[in-house]
């Protein structure tokens, strides 16, 4: 069975002193949880802080995104050793807010994905589709897209281990959550998709969160779904009350 992954992506939110009580308060809450991995994605400034709030607790720290280069003239981006060195053991790669306001692209995701994998950070892939594409039927073809070419030239064994997200974006911070048996409906559709490019093993293997407007009262629901193995939870994350219902589920 596939262990359920329930992560916070932060956003840009929250100063030192703020993620380093969230990440206290949460960490006191969900310290019973048992059986989830729990993953939160603070800015770059504070993983440092948010890192050793969260040392010898059952919280992993998570990145928000990464850079495929070692290091060098990249100004204004983060390598994966520094996020290694800092603690990060996943990192979110092409969240849809990275896309449509930073221009990243398919072939960017891929670069990245393959970075992290072989820094061993565990990448949590973002793929999802505006509402114009869902209005235009053609929701398949481009999470499809999104998947194949964001995973281009992986071996079976590295995408059995990662995480996809599938974030509808006209879901996310909207109140709107894609019903459940739709969000299953792509998730099943992703899994596929995985099955025929890396085989029935890797597609057995991959954890698949939802997100998009994930809350403590429709957790339940979500993952009782067969291909829903998580969630990446927006807003709802910044309350550690809330998110430890998630996690909670
Ligand atoms: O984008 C999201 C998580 O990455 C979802 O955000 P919300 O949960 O705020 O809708």
Same mark, same amino acid.
């Given at each position: 069975?596939?262990?359920?992954? *329930?992560?916070?992506?932060? %956003?840009?939110?929250? !100063?030192?002193?703020?993620g380093? =009580?969230?990440? #206290?308060?949460?960490? /006191?809450?969900?310290?019973?949880?048992?059986?989830v991995?729990?993953?939160?994605?603070?800015?770059?400034?504070?993983?440092?802080?948010?890192?050793?709030?969260?040392?010898?607790?059952?919280?992993?720290?998570?990145?928000?995104? *990464?850079?495929w280069?070692? %290091?060098?003239?990249? !100004?204004?981006?983060?390598?994966? =050793?520094?996020? #290694?060195?800092?603690? /990060?053991?996943?990192?979110?790669?092409?969240?849809?807010?990275?896309?449509q306001?930073?221009?990243?692209?398919?072939?960017?995701?891929?670069?990245?994905?393959?970075?992290?994998?072989?820094?061993?950070?565990?990448?949590?892939?973002?793929?999802?589709?505006?509402?114009?594409?869902?209005?235009?039927?053609?929701?398949?073809?481009v999470?499809?897209?999104?998947?194949?070419?964001?995973?281009?030239?992986?071996?079976?064994?590295?995408?059995?281990?990662?995480?996809i997200?599938?974030e509808?974006?006209?879901?996310?911070g909207?109140?709107?959550?894609?019903?459940?048996?739709d969000?299953?409906?792509?998730?099943?559709?992703?899994?596929?998709?995985?099955?025929?490019?890396?085989?029935?093993?890797?597609?057995?293997?991959?954890?698949?969160?939802?997100?998009?407007?994930?809350?403590?009262?429709?957790?339940?629901?979500?993952?009782?779904?067969?291909?829903?193995?998580?969630?990446?939870?927006?807003?709802?994350?910044?309350?550690?009350?809330?998110?430890?219902?998630?996690?909670?589920?």
């Amino acid at each position: 069975m596939r262990k359920p992954i *329930i992560a916070g992506n932060w %956003k840009m939110n929250k !100063t030192t002193a703020e993620g380093v =009580a969230l990440a #206290k308060e949460l960490s /006191a809450l969900v310290s019973d949880a048992k059986d989830v991995d729990i993953v939160v994605c603070p800015v770059f400034t504070i993983l440092a802080s948010v890192k050793e709030a969260l040392t010898g607790t059952n919280i992993k720290l998570g990145a928000q995104n *990464i850079h495929w280069e070692a %290091k060098g003239a990249f !100004t204004g981006e983060i390598s994966p =050793a520094m996020l #290694k060195d800092v603690g /990060a053991e996943y990192t979110l790669i092409g969240h849809s807010e990275r896309r449509q306001y930073f221009g990243e692209t398919d072939e960017g995701v891929n670069k990245r994905t393959k970075a992290a994998l072989a820094n061993g950070i565990v990448p949590i892939v973002c793929v999802g589709e505006s509402l114009e594409e869902r209005e235009a039927g053609i929701t398949e073809k481009v999470v499809g897209g999104q998947v194949v070419a964001g995973l281009d030239g992986l071996t079976g064994e590295q995408v059995a281990g990662l995480v996809i997200a599938y974030e509808p974006v006209w879901a996310i911070g909207t109140g709107r959550t894609a019903s459940s048996d739709d969000a299953n409906a792509v998730c099943t559709f992703i899994r596929k998709t995985v099955a025929e490019k890396f085989g029935a093993d890797s597609a057995a293997k991959v954890r698949i969160q939802y997100g998009g407007s994930v809350k403590a009262d429709n957790i339940a629901e979500l993952m009782a779904k067969s291909d829903i193995d998580g969630a990446l939870v927006g807003g709802a994350a910044l309350d550690a009350a809330g998110f430890s219902k998630i996690v909670k589920f």
